[in-house]
C-alpha cells in the first residue's frame, strides 16, 4: 500500500469501529458470553491448524536471526491456546459490569447521583511479538462492550490473521457486528501512525511491546495511552524470611520465563541474611546458566559458588529489564534500603518482598510505588489471567484511570447519572 491508500484503509477500519462500537455498548450480557464461549471452542477445535500458521511466523523469525527469548514469544503451544480459552470462559463466567451503577447517595436537593460504568468506545491495540495477545485483546472487547482495532507486529502476521479468522467466526456465531474486532491485515508500519492519530475514530491506544515502540507511540500519539515502557521487577529477600521458600520463589520469578515483563530482573538480599541465602540462590542460577550482575558484598558471597557466572554490575544494570538469563543482585541493609532502592530503580511495574514479619511486608505494600506488590509470591503472578481478570490487555504503570494488569475495569469509564422526580435548582 502507498501512503494514501494507507490512510483511506485505516480511515476505514476507524470509521467502521465507531459503527461497531455502539453495537457492541447496548449488546446484552448473554450475546457477548456467547461469543466468548464460542470463542473458547474454536481454539480448542483449531489446534493443529493455528500452529500450523504459527510455523510459518517462527521459521521466518528464525531465519531472520531474532533472539531466542524473542521467539518463544512468538510460539501458540497447546498450553498457550489452552490458556486463551480459559481465559474467554472466565470473562463469560465473570458478571457483566456494563451499566453497573455505584456510588448512588441522596442529595439534598432531592436527586440521586451515582456513577454508571459504560464502556470506553474504541481501543486500538498496538503489540509486538506474543500474537496470543490478538485473543486477549478481542476477549477483553467483546466482554466491555467496546470494539477494537488491533495491530500486531509483522513477525506474528500468519497467526494473527488466524486469529482473527477465528474471533470473527466467534462474533458472526454470536450475532454480534463483523466489525467489533479488527486486525490490521498490513504490516507496513505507516498504519501504526495513522491509528494513533486519529482521535475522531479512537479513544484510547493501548501499546504491548518493546520500550522503543511504546515511547515512540507515547510520543506520537493524538489520543491517549495507558503504557508501560520497562519490567524491571525486584524479589526482596528480607530479614528475617523463610530461605527455602525465598530460593523457591525467587528462582520461580527469574526462571520459569525469561521473556515476559513480569520475570524479576533485579534482586535485593538484606544483609542479615545475605550469606544464608545468596550460595543457596546462586547454585540454582549457576546450575541454570543464569548470568549474575553483582555488586561487590554480593561478589563476596557467591564467589565459591560453583559454575557461577559473576559479572561486577554497572549503574546501568540496576534498572535493566533483561528479558534474558541475567539478573542483578544488590546486598543492602535492610527494608528500608530496600524500599527506596526500588524506588529509585524500579520501572514500578512489580515487587515482592520475601519475609517473615508482618509489619515490614504491611510496610513494602504501602511505601513501594509501583501497580502490584507481593508477599512471599513470584513476580510471575503479575498477569491479567492470574488475578482472575479473565485476561489482560497489558499492564499500566501509569497513575491515571488503569494501573497494573488492565482487564475488564480498565476499558471501562464512570459517567455520572442523576435520577430526579421533578426536581429543579434554586
Known amino acids: 500500500m502507498n501512503a494514501l491508500n494507507i490512510a483511506e484503509y485505516t ?10 462500537s455502539a453495537l457492541m455498548a447496548r449488546a446484552q450480557a448473554a450475546i457477548k458470553n456467547k461469543a466468548l464461549l464460542a470463542l473458547a471452542r474454536l481454539l480448542r477445535e483449531n489446534v493443529q491448524a493455528l500452529q500450523a500458521d504459527n510455523a510459518a511466523d517462527l521459521a521466518r523469525a528464525r531465519a531472520a536471526g531474532l533472539p531466542e527469548p524473542m521467539v518463544d514469544r512468538l510460539k501458540l503451544t497447546p498450553a498457550v491456546l489452552e490458556t486463551c480459552a480459559l481465559g474467554c470462559e472466565q470473562l463469560a463466567a465473570m458478571p457483566d459490569i456494563i451499566g453497573e451503577i455505584i456510588g448512588m447517595k441522596q442529595q439534598p436537593s432531592g436527586i440521586r ?4 460504568r459504560v464502556p470506553i468506545g474504541v481501543f486500538g491495540m498496538i503489540y509486538e511479538s506474543r500474537p496470543n495477545v490478538t485473543i486477549e485483546a478481542a476477549s477483553l472487547s467483546i466482554k466491555s462492550g467496546n470494539a477494537c482495532i488491533l495491530r500486531g507486529g509483522s513477525e506474528a502476521i500468519d ?3 488466524a486469529l482473527a479468522r477465528l474471533v470473527a467466526l466467534a462474533l458472526a456465531e454470536a450475532g454480534l457486528p463483523e466489525h ?7 504490516t507496513d508500519r505507516a498504519a501504526v501512525g495513522q491509528l494513533i492519530a486519529m482521535p475522531a475514530y479512537v479513544d484510547v491506544i493501548i501499546p504491548r511491546g518493546g520500550k522503543g515502540l511504546i515511547e515512540r507511540i507515547s510520543a506520537e500519539a493524538k489520543v491517549p495511552v495507558i503504557k508501560h515502557l520497562d519490567g524491571n521487577c525486584h524479589s526482596y529477600v528480607d530479614d528475617p524470611c523463610d530461605l527455602d521458600l525465598a530460593v523457591t520463589v525467587v528462582d520461580n520469578a527469574k526462571t520459569q520465563k525469561y521473556s515476559p ?3 524479576t530482573e533485579s534482586l535485593l538480599v538484606a544483609r542479615a541474611v545475605a550469606p544464608a541465602f545468596l550460595p543457596r540462590i546462586g547454585a540454582v542460577f549457576a546450575e541454570k546458566g543464569v548470568e549474575m550482575r553483582v555488586c561487590a558484598e554480593s561478589r563476596a558471597l ?3 559458588v560453583s559454575g557461577a557466572k559473576l559479572v561486577d554490575a554497572t549503574e546501568a544494570d540496576w534498572s535493566e529489564e533483561y528479558l534474558a538469563p541475567i539478573i542483578s543482585i544488590k546486598v543492602v541493609a535492610g527494608l528500608d534500603e530496600a524500599i527506596a532502592w526500588i524506588n529509585r530503580y524500579s520501572s514500578h511495574h512489580t515487587e515482592a518482598i520475601l519475609t517473615t514479619d508482618h509489619r515490614h511486608a504491611q510496610r513494602f505494600l504501602r511505601e513501594v510505588d509501583s501497580a502490584s506488590c507481593m508477599v512471599n509470591a513470584s513476580t510471575r503472578f503479575a498477569d491479567g489471567f ?7 490487555i497489558g499492564i499500566s504503570t501509569d497513575k491515571f484511570h488503569a494501573r497494573g494488569p488492565v482487564g475488564l475495569e480498565g476499558l471501562t469509564s464512570l459517567k455520572y447519572v442523576v435520577l430526579g ?3 429543579v435548582r434554586r
Request: hydrophobic share 35%.
Open 11 to 20: 480511515h476505514t477500519l476507524g470509521l467502521q469501529a465507531k459503527t461497531a
Open 113 to 116: 447521583v451515582g456513577q454508571m
Open 159 to 161: 497467526s494473527n490473521r
Open 180 to 186: 467489533g474486532v479488527q486486525l490490521v491485515q498490513t
Open 261 to 263: 515483563c513480569n520475570a
Open 302 to 304: 557467591l564467589a565459591t
Open 386 to 392: 492470574e488475578y482472575g481478570l479473565g485476561a489482560e
Open 421 to 423: 422526580e421533578g426536581e
